[in-house]
Protein backbone atom coordinates (compact mmCIF):
# COMPACT_ATOMS: atom_id res chain seq x y z
CA UNK A 1 0.00 0.00 0.00
CA UNK A 2 2.11 3.10 -1.50
CA UNK A 3 0.96 6.03 -0.53
CA UNK A 4 0.06 8.44 -3.79
CA UNK A 5 1.01 12.58 -3.77
CA UNK A 6 -2.82 13.05 -4.79
CA UNK A 7 -4.45 10.96 -6.50
CA UNK A 8 -6.93 13.35 -7.56
CA UNK A 9 -4.50 15.41 -9.37
CA UNK A 10 -3.44 12.29 -10.21
CA UNK A 11 -6.58 11.39 -11.91
CA UNK A 12 -7.24 14.59 -13.60
CA UNK A 13 -3.94 14.57 -15.10
CA UNK A 14 -4.92 10.88 -16.49
CA UNK A 15 -7.72 12.30 -17.96
CA UNK A 16 -6.37 15.51 -19.54
CA UNK A 17 -4.17 13.63 -21.28
CA UNK A 18 -6.62 10.66 -22.30
CA UNK A 19 -9.15 13.49 -23.50
CA UNK A 20 -6.49 15.10 -25.83
CA UNK A 21 -5.31 11.87 -27.23
CA UNK A 22 -8.93 11.22 -27.89
CA UNK A 23 -9.44 14.73 -29.32
CA UNK A 24 -6.85 13.89 -32.26
CA UNK A 25 -8.54 10.79 -32.96
CA UNK A 26 -11.18 11.77 -35.18
CA UNK A 27 -8.85 13.70 -37.51
CA UNK A 28 -6.33 10.89 -37.40
CA UNK A 29 -9.61 9.07 -38.67
CA UNK A 30 -10.59 11.44 -41.68
CA UNK A 31 -6.91 11.35 -42.70
CA UNK A 32 -6.66 7.27 -42.50
CA UNK A 33 -9.91 7.42 -44.81
CA UNK A 34 -8.11 9.47 -47.67
CA UNK A 35 -9.64 12.87 -46.34
CA UNK A 36 -6.79 15.98 -46.57
CA UNK A 37 -3.12 15.39 -44.84
CA UNK A 38 -1.98 16.21 -41.11
CA UNK A 39 -2.06 12.48 -40.08
CA UNK A 40 1.70 12.60 -39.16
CA UNK A 41 1.28 15.34 -37.04
CA UNK A 42 -2.16 14.30 -36.11
CA UNK A 43 -0.37 10.99 -35.02
CA UNK A 44 2.50 13.22 -33.50
CA UNK A 45 0.18 14.53 -31.25
CA UNK A 46 -1.34 11.18 -30.37
CA UNK A 47 2.01 9.82 -29.51
CA UNK A 48 3.25 12.97 -27.14
CA UNK A 49 -0.22 12.41 -24.59
CA UNK A 50 0.39 8.83 -24.73
CA UNK A 51 3.80 9.79 -23.36
CA UNK A 52 2.46 12.19 -20.65
CA UNK A 53 0.79 9.14 -19.49
CA UNK A 54 3.94 7.10 -19.71
CA UNK A 55 5.71 9.36 -17.80
CA UNK A 56 3.08 9.79 -15.11
CA UNK A 57 3.05 5.58 -15.05
CA UNK A 58 6.90 5.83 -14.48
CA UNK A 59 6.64 8.41 -11.98
CA UNK A 60 4.09 6.57 -10.01
CA UNK A 61 6.62 3.49 -10.29
CA UNK A 62 9.46 5.50 -8.80
CA UNK A 63 7.22 7.51 -6.36
CA UNK A 64 5.74 3.83 -5.04
CA UNK A 65 9.00 2.52 -5.09
CA UNK A 66 10.41 5.18 -2.97
CA UNK A 67 7.62 4.90 -0.32
CA UNK A 68 7.45 1.18 0.33
CA UNK A 69 10.58 -0.57 -0.39
CA UNK A 70 13.46 0.20 2.65
CA UNK A 71 16.31 2.17 0.86
CA UNK A 72 19.16 0.04 -0.27
CA UNK A 73 22.08 2.45 -0.93
CA UNK A 74 24.79 1.21 -3.19
CA UNK A 75 28.03 3.25 -4.68
CA UNK A 76 26.09 5.07 -7.90
CA UNK A 77 28.62 6.99 -9.80
CA UNK A 78 26.52 10.12 -10.51
CA UNK A 79 28.84 11.67 -13.55
CA UNK A 80 28.79 8.65 -15.54
CA UNK A 81 24.88 8.89 -14.60
CA UNK A 82 24.48 12.19 -15.06
CA UNK A 83 27.11 12.51 -18.36
CA UNK A 84 24.87 9.56 -20.27
CA UNK A 85 21.64 10.98 -19.09
CA UNK A 86 22.81 14.85 -20.89
CA UNK A 87 24.06 12.83 -24.16
CA UNK A 88 20.55 11.22 -24.40
CA UNK A 89 18.64 13.89 -23.59
CA UNK A 90 20.86 16.16 -26.02
CA UNK A 91 20.05 13.75 -29.41
CA UNK A 92 16.19 13.87 -28.20
CA UNK A 93 15.49 17.19 -27.11
CA UNK A 94 16.90 19.41 -29.99
CA UNK A 95 15.77 22.82 -29.97
CA UNK A 96 17.56 22.23 -25.67
CA UNK A 97 21.43 23.52 -25.33
CA UNK A 98 22.52 21.09 -22.41
CA UNK A 99 25.89 22.27 -20.57
CA UNK A 100 27.82 19.79 -18.74
CA UNK A 101 30.09 20.69 -16.17
CA UNK A 102 31.80 18.35 -13.48
CA UNK A 103 35.53 17.79 -12.71
CA UNK A 104 37.52 14.89 -14.31
CA UNK A 105 37.58 12.46 -11.97
CA UNK A 106 34.44 10.97 -11.23
CA UNK A 107 32.06 11.45 -8.49
CA UNK A 108 30.40 8.43 -6.52
CA UNK A 109 27.57 8.95 -4.34
CA UNK A 110 25.62 6.50 -2.39
CA UNK A 111 22.39 5.47 -3.73
CA UNK A 112 19.75 3.78 -6.23
CA UNK A 113 21.03 4.19 -9.79
CA UNK A 114 17.48 3.42 -11.07
CA UNK A 115 15.89 6.01 -8.78
CA UNK A 116 18.36 8.81 -8.97
CA UNK A 117 17.76 8.29 -13.16
CA UNK A 118 14.38 8.96 -12.21
CA UNK A 119 15.14 12.01 -10.26
CA UNK A 120 17.67 13.38 -12.49
CA UNK A 121 15.33 12.52 -15.70
CA UNK A 122 12.99 14.65 -13.63
CA UNK A 123 14.68 17.40 -13.05
CA UNK A 124 16.13 17.75 -16.96
CA UNK A 125 12.52 16.97 -18.31
CA UNK A 126 10.77 19.75 -15.76
CA UNK A 127 14.27 22.27 -17.18
CA UNK A 128 13.36 21.35 -20.80
CA UNK A 129 9.60 22.34 -20.34
CA UNK A 130 9.69 25.66 -18.40
CA UNK A 131 12.89 26.30 -19.47
CA UNK A 132 13.48 29.39 -21.65
CA UNK A 133 12.18 29.33 -25.25
CA UNK A 134 15.55 28.15 -26.68
CA UNK A 135 16.06 26.85 -23.35
CA UNK A 136 19.74 26.29 -21.71
CA UNK A 137 20.42 23.59 -19.65
CA UNK A 138 22.98 24.00 -16.90
CA UNK A 139 23.32 20.35 -15.64
CA UNK A 140 26.68 20.87 -12.64
CA UNK A 141 28.35 17.98 -10.11
CA UNK A 142 30.59 19.30 -7.90
CA UNK A 143 31.61 17.84 -4.56
CA UNK A 144 30.87 20.45 -1.12
CA UNK A 145 32.52 19.10 1.81
CA UNK A 146 31.26 15.06 2.30
CA UNK A 147 28.07 15.69 -0.18
CA UNK A 148 27.54 15.48 -3.73
CA UNK A 149 25.99 18.41 -5.47
CA UNK A 150 23.68 17.37 -8.91
CA UNK A 151 22.50 20.78 -9.77
CA UNK A 152 20.37 21.16 -13.21
CA UNK A 153 18.94 24.67 -13.90
CA UNK A 154 17.66 26.23 -16.82
CA UNK A 155 16.98 30.04 -18.02
CA UNK A 156 13.20 30.18 -18.35
CA UNK A 157 11.42 32.39 -16.09
CA UNK A 158 12.62 30.98 -12.65
CA UNK A 159 9.88 29.62 -9.75
CA UNK A 160 9.10 30.44 -6.25
CA UNK A 161 11.34 28.26 -3.65
CA UNK A 162 8.39 25.86 -3.35
CA UNK A 163 8.25 25.05 -6.97
CA UNK A 164 4.49 24.70 -6.52
CA UNK A 165 3.36 27.54 -9.17
CA UNK A 166 4.99 26.03 -11.58
CA UNK A 167 3.08 23.47 -12.27
CA UNK A 168 5.61 20.62 -11.58
CA UNK A 169 3.85 17.56 -9.81
CA UNK A 170 4.71 13.86 -9.11
CA UNK A 171 8.08 14.42 -10.74
CA UNK A 172 9.40 16.59 -7.93
CA UNK A 173 8.06 14.83 -5.25
CA UNK A 174 10.22 11.83 -6.61
CA UNK A 175 13.31 13.87 -6.29
CA UNK A 176 12.56 15.20 -3.39
CA UNK A 177 11.72 11.55 -1.81
CA UNK A 178 14.29 10.20 -3.84
CA UNK A 179 17.35 12.65 -1.98
CA UNK A 180 15.02 11.99 1.50
CA UNK A 181 15.75 8.44 1.11
CA UNK A 182 19.21 8.46 0.55
CA UNK A 183 20.33 10.49 3.46
CA UNK A 184 20.06 13.66 1.62
CA UNK A 185 17.84 16.71 0.34
CA UNK A 186 16.33 18.90 -2.79
CA UNK A 187 17.01 22.02 -3.01
CA UNK A 188 14.77 24.52 -4.86
CA UNK A 189 15.61 27.87 -5.72
CA UNK A 190 15.56 30.47 -8.79
CA UNK A 191 16.97 34.05 -9.27
CA UNK A 192 15.11 37.12 -11.29
CA UNK A 193 16.27 36.14 -15.29
CA UNK A 194 18.07 33.22 -14.11
CA UNK A 195 15.73 30.50 -14.34
CA UNK A 196 14.93 27.56 -11.57
CA UNK A 197 17.42 25.69 -10.11
CA UNK A 198 17.15 22.40 -8.75
CA UNK A 199 20.24 20.70 -5.98
CA UNK A 200 20.11 16.70 -5.51
CA UNK A 201 22.36 17.26 -2.29
CA UNK A 202 23.70 13.50 -1.90
CA UNK A 203 25.98 11.51 1.18
CA UNK A 204 29.20 11.20 -1.51
CA UNK A 205 31.00 8.04 -1.43
CA UNK A 206 34.30 6.49 -2.40
CA UNK A 207 34.62 5.22 -5.96
CA UNK A 208 32.65 1.53 -6.07
CA UNK A 209 31.76 -0.93 -8.09
CA UNK A 210 29.09 -0.36 -9.71
CA UNK A 211 27.60 -1.25 -12.61
CA UNK A 212 27.88 0.29 -15.97
CA UNK A 213 25.62 2.85 -16.95
CA UNK A 214 22.73 1.62 -19.38
CA UNK A 215 21.77 3.19 -22.30
CA UNK A 216 18.56 5.01 -21.62
CA UNK A 217 17.73 5.71 -24.75
CA UNK A 218 18.64 2.15 -26.35
CA UNK A 219 14.37 1.89 -26.65
CA UNK A 220 11.25 3.85 -26.72
CA UNK A 221 10.28 2.64 -22.84
CA UNK A 222 13.35 3.31 -21.41
CA UNK A 223 13.14 5.70 -17.90
CA UNK A 224 14.74 8.67 -19.87
CA UNK A 225 13.04 8.28 -23.02
CA UNK A 226 9.79 8.06 -20.82
CA UNK A 227 10.50 11.12 -19.23
CA UNK A 228 11.92 13.53 -22.49
CA UNK A 229 9.45 12.13 -24.83
CA UNK A 230 6.66 14.28 -23.78
CA UNK A 231 8.67 17.73 -23.93
CA UNK A 232 10.74 16.83 -26.55
CA UNK A 233 10.87 18.38 -30.01
CA UNK A 234 11.39 15.21 -31.97
CA UNK A 235 9.13 13.25 -34.17
CA UNK A 236 8.28 10.45 -31.74
CA UNK B 1 -3.77 12.54 0.62
CA UNK B 2 -5.51 9.69 -0.62
CA UNK B 3 -4.33 6.43 -0.41
CA UNK B 4 -4.14 4.25 -3.52
CA UNK B 5 -4.95 0.75 -3.50
CA UNK B 6 -1.48 0.03 -5.18
CA UNK B 7 0.06 2.12 -7.18
CA UNK B 8 2.78 0.18 -8.18
CA UNK B 9 0.01 -2.06 -9.64
CA UNK B 10 -1.54 0.99 -11.22
CA UNK B 11 1.28 2.38 -12.34
CA UNK B 12 2.07 -1.33 -14.15
CA UNK B 13 -1.78 -1.30 -15.62
CA UNK B 14 -1.24 2.45 -16.97
CA UNK B 15 2.17 0.89 -18.62
CA UNK B 16 0.58 -1.72 -19.84
CA UNK B 17 -1.96 -0.19 -21.68
CA UNK B 18 0.24 3.04 -23.07
CA UNK B 19 2.81 0.16 -24.29
CA UNK B 20 -0.17 -1.22 -26.65
CA UNK B 21 -1.29 2.17 -27.47
CA UNK B 22 1.97 3.31 -28.71
CA UNK B 23 2.85 -0.16 -30.61
CA UNK B 24 -0.29 0.59 -32.44
CA UNK B 25 1.13 3.57 -33.90
CA UNK B 26 3.73 2.51 -36.35
CA UNK B 27 0.78 1.09 -38.05
CA UNK B 28 -1.19 3.95 -38.17
CA UNK B 29 1.47 5.92 -39.34
CA UNK B 30 2.36 3.39 -42.50
CA UNK B 31 -1.38 3.47 -43.27
CA UNK B 32 -1.61 7.49 -42.85
CA UNK B 33 1.61 7.66 -45.21
CA UNK B 34 -0.47 5.71 -47.72
CA UNK B 35 0.75 2.30 -47.19
CA UNK B 36 -1.82 -0.85 -46.83
CA UNK B 37 -5.15 -0.25 -45.39
CA UNK B 38 -5.97 -1.15 -41.51
CA UNK B 39 -6.05 2.31 -40.53
CA UNK B 40 -9.35 2.11 -38.88
CA UNK B 41 -8.80 -0.74 -36.98
CA UNK B 42 -5.56 0.72 -35.65
CA UNK B 43 -7.33 3.74 -34.80
CA UNK B 44 -9.99 1.29 -33.07
CA UNK B 45 -7.07 -0.23 -31.02
CA UNK B 46 -5.68 3.04 -30.15
CA UNK B 47 -9.15 4.39 -28.86
CA UNK B 48 -9.44 1.19 -26.43
CA UNK B 49 -6.21 1.10 -25.13
CA UNK B 50 -6.75 5.05 -24.40
CA UNK B 51 -10.06 4.39 -22.86
CA UNK B 52 -8.26 1.68 -20.04
CA UNK B 53 -6.31 4.74 -19.13
CA UNK B 54 -9.47 6.72 -19.01
CA UNK B 55 -11.44 3.86 -16.89
CA UNK B 56 -8.61 3.84 -14.47
CA UNK B 57 -9.06 7.68 -14.21
CA UNK B 58 -12.39 7.33 -13.61
CA UNK B 59 -11.80 4.96 -11.21
CA UNK B 60 -9.11 6.56 -9.21
CA UNK B 61 -10.92 9.66 -9.27
CA UNK B 62 -13.97 7.51 -7.31
CA UNK B 63 -11.39 5.86 -5.16
CA UNK B 64 -10.08 9.12 -3.80
CA UNK B 65 -13.43 11.04 -3.14
CA UNK B 66 -14.64 7.92 -1.56
CA UNK B 67 -11.19 7.77 0.79
CA UNK B 68 -10.95 11.74 1.45
CA UNK B 69 -14.65 12.70 1.41
CA UNK B 70 -17.18 12.14 4.35
CA UNK B 71 -19.93 10.59 3.41
CA UNK B 72 -23.13 12.73 2.57
CA UNK B 73 -25.70 10.66 2.07
CA UNK B 74 -28.54 11.57 -0.34
CA UNK B 75 -31.82 9.43 -1.48
CA UNK B 76 -30.74 7.87 -4.52
CA UNK B 77 -33.25 5.93 -6.76
CA UNK B 78 -31.56 2.84 -7.30
CA UNK B 79 -33.82 1.47 -9.72
CA UNK B 80 -33.91 4.38 -12.36
CA UNK B 81 -30.18 4.37 -11.95
CA UNK B 82 -29.91 0.65 -12.80
CA UNK B 83 -32.53 1.18 -15.69
CA UNK B 84 -30.44 4.05 -17.47
CA UNK B 85 -27.37 2.21 -17.10
CA UNK B 86 -28.78 -1.48 -18.37
CA UNK B 87 -30.02 0.21 -21.12
CA UNK B 88 -27.03 2.55 -21.99
CA UNK B 89 -24.82 -0.33 -21.78
CA UNK B 90 -27.05 -2.69 -24.24
CA UNK B 91 -26.61 0.18 -26.61
CA UNK B 92 -22.44 0.51 -26.60
CA UNK B 93 -22.00 -3.62 -25.77
CA UNK B 94 -24.03 -5.15 -28.51
CA UNK B 95 -22.85 -8.82 -28.19
CA UNK B 96 -23.94 -8.84 -24.47
CA UNK B 97 -27.61 -9.51 -23.10
CA UNK B 98 -28.48 -7.73 -20.50
CA UNK B 99 -31.87 -9.02 -18.31
CA UNK B 100 -33.24 -6.33 -15.72
CA UNK B 101 -35.06 -7.55 -13.21
CA UNK B 102 -37.03 -5.00 -10.42
CA UNK B 103 -40.46 -4.33 -9.09
CA UNK B 104 -42.57 -2.16 -10.44
CA UNK B 105 -42.22 0.23 -7.97
CA UNK B 106 -39.31 2.36 -7.49
CA UNK B 107 -36.73 1.23 -4.73
CA UNK B 108 -34.48 4.53 -2.91
CA UNK B 109 -31.38 3.65 -0.64
CA UNK B 110 -29.38 6.44 1.41
CA UNK B 111 -26.25 7.30 -0.80
CA UNK B 112 -24.61 9.36 -3.48
CA UNK B 113 -25.77 8.79 -7.12
CA UNK B 114 -22.62 9.37 -8.60
CA UNK B 115 -20.39 7.75 -7.00
CA UNK B 116 -23.09 4.10 -6.75
CA UNK B 117 -22.86 5.01 -11.09
CA UNK B 118 -19.50 4.45 -10.94
CA UNK B 119 -19.65 1.31 -8.68
CA UNK B 120 -22.59 0.18 -10.56
CA UNK B 121 -20.73 0.64 -13.68
CA UNK B 122 -17.45 -1.11 -12.81
CA UNK B 123 -19.52 -4.54 -11.86
CA UNK B 124 -21.00 -4.01 -15.35
CA UNK B 125 -18.17 -3.53 -17.37
CA UNK B 126 -16.84 -6.73 -15.43
CA UNK B 127 -19.49 -8.64 -16.04
CA UNK B 128 -18.89 -7.66 -20.07
CA UNK B 129 -15.02 -8.21 -19.43
CA UNK B 130 -15.16 -11.75 -17.54
CA UNK B 131 -18.62 -12.59 -18.74
CA UNK B 132 -19.30 -16.29 -21.41
CA UNK B 133 -18.24 -15.08 -24.72
CA UNK B 134 -22.11 -13.94 -25.86
CA UNK B 135 -22.37 -12.58 -22.04
CA UNK B 136 -25.60 -12.79 -20.95
CA UNK B 137 -25.97 -10.37 -17.70
CA UNK B 138 -28.12 -10.17 -15.06
CA UNK B 139 -29.20 -7.19 -13.01
CA UNK B 140 -31.77 -7.27 -10.47
CA UNK B 141 -32.64 -4.73 -7.28
CA UNK B 142 -34.59 -6.09 -4.54
CA UNK B 143 -35.75 -5.62 -1.71
CA UNK B 144 -34.71 -7.45 1.32
CA UNK B 145 -35.57 -6.56 4.81
CA UNK B 146 -34.08 -3.05 5.11
CA UNK B 147 -31.50 -3.56 2.74
CA UNK B 148 -31.67 -2.83 -1.09
CA UNK B 149 -30.12 -5.50 -3.11
CA UNK B 150 -28.26 -4.65 -6.57
CA UNK B 151 -26.88 -7.44 -7.87
CA UNK B 152 -25.21 -7.77 -11.18
CA UNK B 153 -24.37 -11.45 -12.66
CA UNK B 154 -23.04 -12.97 -15.77
CA UNK B 155 -22.45 -16.57 -17.10
CA UNK B 156 -18.68 -16.41 -17.21
CA UNK B 157 -16.30 -18.90 -15.59
CA UNK B 158 -17.46 -17.48 -11.90
CA UNK B 159 -14.37 -16.51 -9.67
CA UNK B 160 -13.55 -17.37 -6.16
CA UNK B 161 -15.25 -15.41 -3.31
CA UNK B 162 -12.27 -13.00 -2.87
CA UNK B 163 -12.85 -12.56 -6.41
CA UNK B 164 -8.75 -11.58 -6.57
CA UNK B 165 -7.94 -14.31 -9.16
CA UNK B 166 -10.26 -12.84 -11.60
CA UNK B 167 -7.88 -9.83 -12.57
CA UNK B 168 -10.44 -7.17 -10.51
CA UNK B 169 -8.50 -4.15 -9.27
CA UNK B 170 -9.65 -0.67 -8.58
CA UNK B 171 -12.91 -0.90 -9.87
CA UNK B 172 -14.32 -3.66 -7.56
CA UNK B 173 -12.18 -1.69 -5.44
CA UNK B 174 -14.11 1.63 -5.84
CA UNK B 175 -17.73 -0.76 -5.29
CA UNK B 176 -16.51 -2.11 -1.92
CA UNK B 177 -15.25 1.42 -0.83
CA UNK B 178 -18.71 2.88 -1.80
CA UNK B 179 -20.85 -0.19 -0.33
CA UNK B 180 -18.96 0.89 3.23
CA UNK B 181 -19.08 4.35 3.09
CA UNK B 182 -22.98 4.47 2.78
CA UNK B 183 -23.16 1.39 5.51
CA UNK B 184 -23.63 -1.77 3.20
CA UNK B 185 -21.01 -3.93 2.05
CA UNK B 186 -20.55 -5.85 -1.23
CA UNK B 187 -21.02 -9.39 -1.64
CA UNK B 188 -19.38 -11.51 -4.28
CA UNK B 189 -20.14 -14.96 -5.03
CA UNK B 190 -20.30 -17.71 -7.81
CA UNK B 191 -21.33 -20.77 -8.49
CA UNK B 192 -19.94 -23.78 -11.09
CA UNK B 193 -21.13 -23.22 -14.63
CA UNK B 194 -23.51 -20.10 -12.88
CA UNK B 195 -20.50 -17.38 -13.12
CA UNK B 196 -19.96 -14.03 -10.77
CA UNK B 197 -21.82 -12.60 -9.07
CA UNK B 198 -21.53 -9.15 -7.32
CA UNK B 199 -24.04 -7.48 -4.73
CA UNK B 200 -24.30 -4.18 -3.33
CA UNK B 201 -26.40 -4.09 -0.52
CA UNK B 202 -27.28 -0.52 0.64
CA UNK B 203 -29.45 0.66 3.40
CA UNK B 204 -33.42 1.55 1.85
CA UNK B 205 -34.59 4.55 2.49
CA UNK B 206 -38.13 6.31 1.50
CA UNK B 207 -38.57 7.79 -2.05
CA UNK B 208 -36.22 10.93 -2.07
CA UNK B 209 -36.23 13.89 -3.59
CA UNK B 210 -33.54 12.95 -6.44
CA UNK B 211 -32.22 14.63 -9.18
CA UNK B 212 -33.27 12.94 -12.40
CA UNK B 213 -30.88 10.29 -13.88
CA UNK B 214 -28.02 11.75 -16.50
CA UNK B 215 -27.69 10.57 -19.87
CA UNK B 216 -24.60 8.20 -19.05
CA UNK B 217 -24.32 8.10 -22.59
CA UNK B 218 -24.75 11.23 -23.68
CA UNK B 219 -20.99 12.09 -24.55
CA UNK B 220 -18.09 10.16 -24.84
CA UNK B 221 -16.45 10.99 -21.63
CA UNK B 222 -19.28 10.16 -19.36
CA UNK B 223 -18.35 7.73 -16.36
CA UNK B 224 -20.73 4.72 -17.96
CA UNK B 225 -19.50 5.09 -21.51
CA UNK B 226 -15.81 5.22 -19.88
CA UNK B 227 -16.04 2.37 -17.97
CA UNK B 228 -17.95 0.22 -20.69
CA UNK B 229 -15.34 1.58 -23.63
CA UNK B 230 -12.46 -0.88 -23.34
CA UNK B 231 -14.53 -3.98 -23.09
CA UNK B 232 -17.43 -2.66 -25.46
CA UNK B 233 -17.72 -4.16 -28.90
CA UNK B 234 -18.66 -1.05 -30.90
CA UNK B 235 -16.51 0.74 -33.01
CA UNK B 236 -15.42 3.80 -30.55
New interface residues.
Partial sequence: ????????L???H??E???D??AL?PA??R???GGPGG??A??DG??RA??R??R???N??A???L??APPHPQPVCVTALAAAYVSGAAGVCRSAVFVPEWPRAPLWAMGDARLLAAALGNLLANAVQYGGERPAISVRAARRGETLLLTVADNGPGCAPSAGDRGLGLGLEVARRYARAYGGRLLAGSAPERGACFSLCLPLCPPGAAPSVPDYMAD??SPLYVQLAPVCDLPL
Same sequence: chains 1, 2.
Fill in positions: MAPTPNSALAALRDTALLLARAAAGETLIAAYTLTAELAHAACTRF
